[in-house]
């Protein structure tokens, strides 16, 4: 079953605007991670966030995580064409089991 | 020096018929998997192997047939294609088994399945 669920579906914005995604999920958890998909490609890690932090930083990428609301962001900052993908959330749901993803946000960066 | 490949890229091919996918990770990795996406970018675990042995099996039917003859391979078996085995297949692999700690995983480029 899905753990994470991202919002919105699908986000479009102009170059060089930020664009925030967002992540919830159903248990506690370990950390969480977000992952890009470009099309036709496979899934880059991105960046994790373990359950005890509360906001991580990597370039233009921004984490938030909100273990009391079960929630998550991600901010790309000065978004460039490049950064048109597919956006996952995925945490693991407990003990040694593989990450599960969300449906994902299809980011469009329109130059 | 591809992380994780898989071959092959595109595989087109009628009901009913048996196909294989292979993948190979170069990392040294313990942990390996195989996801399906389907039409709408749903991502779901299908098999987890750690060290050649099978962990975990995601309620997925017994047409599909997991093999690991080492660490560094898991290959994906079907049997008798159905139109909804129509998906892009990922393998990935991970350092070890235990999320407790932080290890990144490693997707392969993907095998879009498609049966007619």
């Known amino acids: 079953s899905q753990q994470g669920e991202e919002d919105p579906q699908a986000l479009s914005i102009q170059e060089g605007e930020n664009a925030t995604m967002n992540c919830s999920y159903k248990?506690?958890?370990?950390?969480l991670q977000w992952y890009r998909q470009n099309s036709g490609r496979g899934l880059v890690h991105l960046i994790l966030?373990?359950?005890?932090?509360r906001e991580k930083h990597s370039g233009r990428l921004r984490v938030t995580l909100d273990t009391s609301k079960k929630s998550s962001s991600l901010l790309i900052t000065a978004s460039r064409a490049a950064d048109t993908a597919s956006y996952f959330c995925a945490t693991p749901r407990k003990g040694n089991t593989p990450l599960v993803f969300g449906k994902g946000t299809r980011l469009s960066v329109i130059a | 020096d591809t992380a994780v490949s898989q071959t092959p890229k595109y595989l087109v091919t009628q009901m009913g018929n048996d196909k294989s996918i292979k993948c190979e990770q170069n990392?040294?990795?313990?942990?390996m998997y195989w996801y399906k996406q389907d039409s709408k970018k749903f991502l779901k675990i299908m098999f987890s192997?750690?060290?050649?042995?099978?962990?975990i099996n995601e309620t997925v039917p017994n047409r599909f047939s997991p093999k690991s003859p080492d660490k560094a391979h898991l290959n994906l078996h079907i049997n008798s294609l159905e139109l909804g085995d129509s998906a892009v297949y990922f393998c990935a692999s991970r350092r070890s088994i235990d999320y407790t700690n932080t290890d990144t995983q490693y997707f392969g480029p993907g095998t879009r399945l498609t049966v007619l």
């Open positions: 966030i373990r359950s005890n932090e």
């Open positions: 248990t506690s958890i370990n950390n």
């Open positions: 990392l040294g990795h313990d942990t």
């Open positions: 192997y750690n060290n050649k042995e099978l962990i």
